[in-house]
């Protein structure tokens, strides 16, 4: 028992180390960033006095799809002249985005788009059912400190899509425009406006002050603006199952399977929509019948009971559709007169489904920061202080984009017995309930974002795992003793090798001091 004790006082040392480190530095930080943000109002008020704006345009939106529409209308809103050109802008029929994460919804309700889940068949979420080797637990959202109406959200993505592009179209001061966007019109290394072809052909240019790229995964426009190192770790094989019911009702069904997690929630009152994740980007054809036969031999079996005729028939009928799981953590190249939003700027595997919570969060982030600007036409100035975004940004983007991709390799099957281990850790930690379920769930939800408590929660698995090798220790056979000890060992090593290459991708500095890194470049301002 003293070695738990010892082991628990170095971390309760480390966490008040960092809390009081964080919570000496934060008055500081928010002084500082005031002090810089007033110096730019100031300059771009006298800039507004000087000379009006020489486009009827303040800022150009690329893309009209989750992040766009909701950026359109969240500073059309605030009074901007926003204009957005969006290549389609029929109903986007897509098989990812269709999960909201309670934080996300939250965040929905402060730009106040929250009627926008209406009227669209939206289902609420109220948490999560795992399943592993025919167990299964119950995992629920930490919803009771919030309203009664605040829960996940699921639904067709296009038809979400569809309202939040409506509602930003409402206002007088935004136009949507459908055109292709072709590229960024840069001068001396600033972005005065794009080029772009519209739905008849016709090539026009427009100008404005600030233009925000938000293009989606298949970003043309990104390589100039970031680093754009795109990873594809597998792909999703979806389906849609008709007229059945998920074995717990509000909840979405993740079952570890052998490769890797198979997922199922409800998009409407009559549709179940499943997701079979595929290591690597080479699937089994479709058109010669090999996906098929992989659905009906490998994954059906794998899936609860109660969906199996739903599952079956659903291959029978045939729409099978296939999409690769994009990953790139956020790189940007701060640059006057542009910036970049959504998955054109960041991305992570969506078996989390927490892609929706970090773009909505990012946008709040942003009108926050644009909000005391009349003008926005001192580009130089703007980019230095908008370099705030990047970091502020962090505690909600990095939480979700580190357990999307630590939860992705811990969930799928591994040949390795460390791995295996640590799969079976995780899950049996989870079915403990309390603390040790609630706390990764609120993470994993956006509603307790904090980067800190994912790493002692990850590493708690790995620690739970050794636990469970080695206790009861009198009753273990002697010459399994090593045995377990070194899988042990290699557990956290695993641990490590999951973790720090996404933590590093994330940025040390950036995920747990924030408001020093935000307090550093304020005075470099």
Not at 49 to 58: F, G, L, P
Not at 463 to 470: A, E, N, Q
Request: net charge positive; charged share 20%.
């Amino acid at each position: 028992m003293e070695y738990q004790y010892i082991i628990g006082g170095i971390l309760a040392f480390i966490l008040g180390f960092v809390l009081w480190h964080r919570s000496t530095g934060m008055k500081k930080t928010k002084e500082s960033r005031e002090n810089v943000r007033d110096e730019v109002v100031k300059s771009s008020e006298q800039v507004l006095c000087q000379s009006e704006n020489a486009t009827n345009t303040d800022i150009i939106i690329v893309g009209a799809g989750v992040a766009g529409s909701a950026l359109a209308y969240t500073l059309g809103k605030d009074g901007r002249r926003v204009h957005v050109i969006e290549r389609d802008l029929t109903l986007p029929d897509r098989i990812v985005g269709e999960l909201l994460q309670p934080g996300g919804y939250l965040k929905l309700i402060e730009l106040g788009l929250e009627d926008c889940v209406e009227e669209i068949d939206a289902q609420r979420v109220f948490g999560y059912a795992l399943y592993k080797n025919g167990k299964s637990t119950k995992l629920s959202y930490p919803l009771q400190n919030f309203d009664q109406d605040v829960a996940g959200r699921s639904f067709h993505n296009g038809r979400f899509i569809q309202r939040m592009r409506e509602k930003a179209a409402s206002l007088p001061n935004v136009r949507l425009e459908e055109g292709t966007v072709t590229s960024l019109l840069e001068v001396e290394g600033t972005v005065k406006g794009v080029q772009y072809k519209t739905k008849i052909g016709q090539e026009l240019t427009t100008y404005a002050p600030l233009t925000i790229v938000c293009d989606g995964c298949f970003s043309n426009l990104r390589r100039s603006l970031c680093n754009p190192k795109v990873d594809i770790p597998s792909c999703f094989v979806a389906l849609i199952l008709e007229n059945c019911e998920l074995p717990y009702p509000n909840h979405g069904h993740v079952i570890l399977a052998d490769p890797s997690p198979i997922l199922f929630y409800r998009i409407s009152s009559s549709e179940i929509r499943c997701l079979v994740d595929i290591p690597g980007q080479k699937l089994p054809s479709i058109s010669n019948g090999e996906m098929a036969n992989y659905l009906k031999t490998v994954v059906a079996p794998q899936t609860p009971q109660e969906l199996r005729d739903a599952f079956d028939f659903a291959i029978n009928k045939g729409n099978i559709r296939t999409m690769p799981n994009r990953s790139m953590p956020a790189a940007p190249y701060p640059t006057p007169g542009a910036l970049l939003l959504g998955d054109a700027f960041n991305m992570r595997h969506p078996l989390t489904g927490g892609g929706m919570t970090v773009a909505l969060s990012d946008i709040v982030v942003l009108r926050n920061l644009l909000r005391p600007f009349h003008d926005l036409s001192n580009v130089y100035s703007l980019c230095k202080y908008l370099e705030s975004f990047y970091t502020l940004r962090k505690p909600v983007a990095s939480t979700i984009n580190t357990l999307a991709g630590a939860l992705y390799k811990v969930f799928s099957a591994s040949t390795d017995p460390a791995r295996n281990e640590m799969r079976e850790a995780c899950f049996d930690y989870l079915t403990l309930g309390g603390v040790f379920s609630n706390g990764p769930i609120a993470l994993l939800s956006g509603l307790n974002p904090r980067p800190l408590k994912l790493v002692l929660h990850f590493f708690a698995v790995a620690i739970y795992g050794i636990s469970r090798l080695i206790v009861p220790f009198p009753s273990i056979p002697r010459m399994w003793i090593g045995a377990r000890m070194w899988i042990g060992a290699r557990m956290i090593s695993v641990a490590l090798r999951i973790i720090f290459p996404i933590i590093k991708a994330e940025g040390v500095r950036q995920m747990f001091f924030p408001t020093m890194l935000t307090h550093y470049r304020s005075q470099v301002v």
